[in-house]
């Protein structure tokens, strides 16, 4: 909820919004699933998407951060956030601004998509009982 300071338009707080941001981020950072499991969770990361939402088109530090978490998201390729972020938000992200960042990460939660399809496809073609 702190990240939402940002778009009460008060400029006296928005130091908050980009602490919290950069707090978030540094979890992410972690790489640790029970952390991504738990923001996924929790939907935390639709505070970061409304806080970007409300800013609109400025070019600030806000943007930029939340440019850089989501770039960090798609290289690290961080499937489970990958997912959640494209399945919640990117029609948010978007609509705010078309950027390479976000039509990338849709990208990649293409990719990731069709590889579970073809996986269960794979797994489901095996021969009854175990025998191939």
Known sequence: ??????????????????NALKFFRKIIGLKDEFYNRYIVKFDLMSFVVDAFVKNGQKHNMLN???????EFIKIEDLKTLIKYVCENHIQ??????????????HTKHEQIVERERAQKAKDSTKGVGGFD
């Open 1 to 18: 909820a702190v990240v939402s300071t940002q778009s009460t338009g008060n400029p006296r707080y928005s130091f908050l919004a980009l």
């Open 64 to 70: 930029s951060a939340v440019l850089e978490l989501m």
């Open 92 to 105: 948010d992200l978007l609509e705010v601004e078309q950027c390479a960042t976000f039509k990338a990460l």
